[in-house]
C-alpha cells in the first residue's frame, strides 16, 4: 500500500485523532492571495461571454461546435470569474469582516473549500486559436489573461499527456499552489484542494453541456513535465488536471500546422523542448510553512503517463449495492426552473439561513439526489457506460411525505431506502464541529460515500485526486440544483467522519462519508444587499 492508505486513513479519523501540526494557527494577516499574481506579464482582456444556445446538441454529438474566444471568457467568468460580492448577514465567522474591502469576500460559480479558490487555470494555446500561440494565465479578479510565454508548447503538453503528435492544440491545464489552502488548513489541505480541483471540472461539464460542448478532463500525465513548462515549483504546486478544448473551425496539431500558411498566417513559432515559463508570481506572504504530510502526499500522487489506469479498472471500486429496507419511491425530480449557467450567478452557501418551519418538497430533494448520483468527473480513468464510484446517503429532517430517518439512494429505483428510523437532527449537531449550520433546520442532509481504499488499490496513489475531484463534483452539482430550485445550499467538512460510518452501518465495508451536503428552504426576506459586477 502506498502513501495515499494512510493519509486517507488520517482524513477519515481527524474528528477524533487530530492530524499534525495539531496546534496549528493561521497567520491571517500574512495571508496568501486568493489567486497567483504575475506582475511583470502582459494582461489581455476576454471578451464578452456568450450565453447559452437553445436547443445545443448533445456534447459530443454530429453538429456540436467547439469552443471560441467569447465561448471560453463565458467559461472562466462563470467559473472562477468574480461575479457579485457576499454581503448578507449570515452565522458565518467572516460575517464581522465582510463589509471592509480588503476581506471582501466575493461570490463565484464554483464552490471552494474555506473560500479560497486555490486553483490556477492555465491556458496552452496553439495553432487555430484566436490568440498567439503561448501559455497564459487565467486572473479571475480582472477577468483577463496574462501572457506568461509566447510559442507553441502544446506539443510538449501533448507529449506529457501521452497524446500523440495529432492530439488538441487547445489545452486548459489545473493547478494548485499548495500554500494558498495550506496556510488555514496545513495537512488537510491536500484532502480539500483535491475536492476544489473537482469543483471547477464539474462547473465546466455543466457549464459546456449547456451549450453543446464538450469537457473531459485527463488526469493521469507527466505531471513534473508540465509543471516544469509552467515555471512551478513541482514541490510546491501540484499540476491536478489537463483539459483538451474542442475549438471551432480547428483541425488536430498536425492538419492546423500544414494549414497556417495556407490561411494567410505566418507560420507558428515552435519553441524548442524543454522551454519554459520565466515568470514567477509574487508571493503575498513573507512566511510560508512547508507540512510534512502535505510534502508525502503530493509526492505519493504525482502523475506519470504510464500509471494511466487501464479501462475497467475503476470496476473493482464501484459504488456497492444500496443498503436498507424496501424501496420507498421518490416522485420524478422536480423541473429546474433556471440553467445551469443562471443557477451558477445564483449559487451560495446559506450559513446558518435554513428554516425548518417550510419543509421541502419531496420533487426537490429527488432532483437533488437524482442529479448528484449521476454526477463524474468524467476522466480517462472513467468508461461512459462504467459503474458509478459514488453512493448516497439522506439523513431527512423535514420533508414533504418523507418520515425523519437516515435513507440510502437507490439511483436504479429511483427511491430511498430506510437505514436508521427516527429523526437525526440531533445525531447530525453532535457531530459537526462548527457553529455555522443548524443541521436540523435543513430539509435533508445529503451524504455521498466513496470506496477510497478501492481506488487506491485500483488504480494506485494517484487514485487519491481523483476521489477528491469525484466528490468536488457531486458538491458543484447538488449547489447549483439547489440554486436552479430556488433552495438553500450548503456544504461541509467539519463533521465526524467515524461517526456517519457507524451511524449508517459502514464500519465494517471501505466505503468513506466524506462530505455533508445540506438542503432546505431559507427564512424569507434575508438581510442581504445586491452587488453584482459580472
Given amino acids: 500500500?502506498?502513501?495515499?492508505?494512510?493519509?486517507?486513513?488520517?482524513?477519515?479519523?481527524?474528528?477524533?485523532?487530530?492530524?499534525?501540526?495539531?496546534?496549528?494557527?493561521?497567520?491571517?494577516?500574512?495571508?496568501?492571495?486568493?489567486?497567483?499574481?504575475?506582475?511583470?506579464?502582459?494582461?489581455?482582456?476576454?471578451p464578452e461571454p456568450v450565453g447559452p444556445v437553445p436547443g445545443a446538441p448533445v456534447p459530443g454529438a454530429p453538429g456540436a461546435g467547439g469552443f471560441s474566444l467569447p465561448l471560453l471568457s463565458g467559461m472562466l467568468q462563470d467559473s472562477y470569474g468574480l461575479v457579485g460580492r457576499r454581503l448578507g448577514v449570515q452565522a458565518n465567522t467572516d460575517l464581522a469582516a465582510l463589509p471592509h474591502y480588503p476581506q471582501a469576500n466575493w461570490s463565484r460559480g464554483t464552490a471552494s473549500g474555506g473560500g479560497l479558490y486555490p486553483v490556477g487555470v492555465y491556458w496552452a494555446a496553439g495553432a487555430g486559436g484566436p490568440l498567439t500561440p503561448g501559455v497564459y494565465h487565467y486572473a479571475p479578479h480582472v477577468h483577463g489573461l496574462r501572457r506568461l510565454l509566447t510559442g507553441d508548447v502544446t506539443g510538449d503538453v501533448r507529449a506529457a499527456l501521452g497524446a500523440g503528435e495529432d492530439g488538441p492544440t487547445q489545452y486548459l491545464l489545473l493547478s494548485v499552489k499548495y500554500w494558498q489552502n495550506a496556510f488555514k488548513y496545513n495537512s488537510f489541505s491536500f484532502h480539500a484542494v483535491s475536492m476544489d480541483v473537482g469543483t471547477v471540472v464539474q462547473t465546466w461539464r455543466l457549464w459546456a453541456a449547456e451549450r453543446g460542448l464538450r469537457i473531459a478532463p485527463t488526469l493521469w500525465f507527466d505531471e513534473e513535465r508540465l509543471a516544469g513548462l509552467l515555471g512551478v515549483a513541482p514541490e510546491e504546486e501540484g499540476i491536478f488536471a489537463?483539459?483538451?478544448?474542442?475549438?471551432?473551425?480547428?483541425?488536430?496539431?498536425?492538419?492546423?500546422?500544414?494549414?497556417?500558411?495556407?490561411a494567410g498566417r505566418p507560420p507558428v513559432a515552435v519553441p524548442p523542448p524543454g522551454l519554459s515559463v520565466r515568470h514567477r508570481d509574487a508571493e503575498r506572504s513573507r512566511?510560508?510553512?512547508?507540512?510534512?504530510?502535505?510534502?508525502?502526499?503530493?509526492?505519493?500522487?504525482?502523475?506519470?503517463?504510464?500509471?494511466?489506469p487501464a479501462p475497467g479498472a475503476l470496476d473493482a471500486a464501484a459504488a456497492f449495492a444500496p443498503r436498507g429496507g424496501e424501496p420507498e419511491?421518490?416522485?420524478?425530480?422536480?423541473a429546474a426552473p433556471m440553467g445551469a449557467a443562471a443557477a451558477l450567478r445564483a449559487r451560495r452557501s446559506s450559513?446558518?439561513?435554513?428554516d425548518a418551519s417550510r419543509p421541502l418538497g419531496a420533487a426537490q430533494l429527488a432532483a437533488a439526489l437524482a442529479d448528484c448520483a449521476a454526477?463524474?468527473?468524467?476522466?480517462?480513468?472513467?468508461?461512459?457506460?462504467?459503474?458509478?464510484?459514488?453512493?448516497l446517503y439522506a439523513f431527512v429532517n423535514h420533508v414533504e411525505g418523507v418520515a425523519p430517518g437516515t435513507y440510502a439512494y437507490d439511483p436504479v429505483a429511483h427511491a430511498l431506502r430506510l437505514v436508521v428510523a427516527g429523526a437525526p437532527g440531533s445525531f447530525?449537531?453532535?457531530?459537526?464541529?462548527?457553529?455555522?449550520?443548524?443541521?436540523?433546520?435543513?430539509?435533508?442532509?445529503?451524504?455521498?460515500?466513496?470506496?477510497?481504499t478501492k481506488v487506491l488499490d485500483a488504480v494506485g496513489d494517484r487514485g487519491y485526486r481523483l476521489v477528491g475531484a469525484t466528490v468536488g463534483a457531486v458538491a458543484q452539482t447538488f449547489y447549483t440544483t439547489a440554486a436552479a430550485h430556488?433552495?438553500?445550499?450548503?456544504?461541509?467538512?467539519?463533521?465526524?467522519?467515524?461517526?456517519?460510518?457507524?451511524?449508517?452501518?459502514?464500519?465494517?465495508?471501505?466505503?468513506a462519508p466524506l462530505l455533508v451536503m445540506l438542503l432546505g428552504h431559507e427564512r424569507p426576506r434575508p438581510a442581504d444587499f445586491r452587488h453584482e459586477i459580472a
Avoid: C
Wanted: glycine share 10%; no cysteine; net charge negative.
Fill in 486 to 511: 430556488g433552495l438553500g445550499a450548503g456544504v461541509a467538512l467539519g463533521f465526524d467522519n467515524v461517526s456517519y460510518a457507524e451511524r449508517l452501518g459502514l464500519t465494517d465495508t471501505d466505503e
Fill in 1 to 46: 500500500m502506498g502513501y495515499a492508505h494512510d493519509y486517507a486513513s488520517a482524513i477519515l479519523h481527524r474528528g477524533r485523532i487530530p492530524m499534525e501540526p495539531v496546534d496549528f494557527v493561521p497567520d491571517w494577516a500574512d495571508r496568501p492571495r486568493k489567486a497567483k499574481y504575475y506582475p511583470q506579464a502582459e494582461t489581455l482582456p476576454l
Fill in 428 to 452: 447530525l449537531q453532535r457531530n459537526y464541529f462548527l457553529s455555522n449550520y443548524n443541521l436540523e433546520q435543513a430539509g435533508a442532509v445529503l451524504v455521498p460515500t466513496v470506496r477510497t
Fill in 287 to 308: 512566511t510560508v510553512l512547508r507540512f510534512e504530510t502535505l510534502r508525502r502526499i503530493h509526492g505519493a500522487t504525482l502523475g506519470r503517463t504510464a500509471d494511466r
Fill in 375 to 391: 454526477t463524474s468527473v468524467g476522466s480517462e480513468a472513467e468508461r461512459p457506460d462504467g459503474p458509478r464510484l459514488t453512493s
Fill in 242 to 262: 489537463a483539459v483538451p478544448l474542442e475549438w471551432e473551425g480547428a483541425a488536430t496539431a498536425g492538419a492546423s500546422a500544414s494549414g497556417s500558411a495556407s
Fill in 329 to 334: 419511491p421518490l416522485p420524478a425530480p422536480a
Fill in 351 to 354: 450559513f446558518g439561513r435554513f
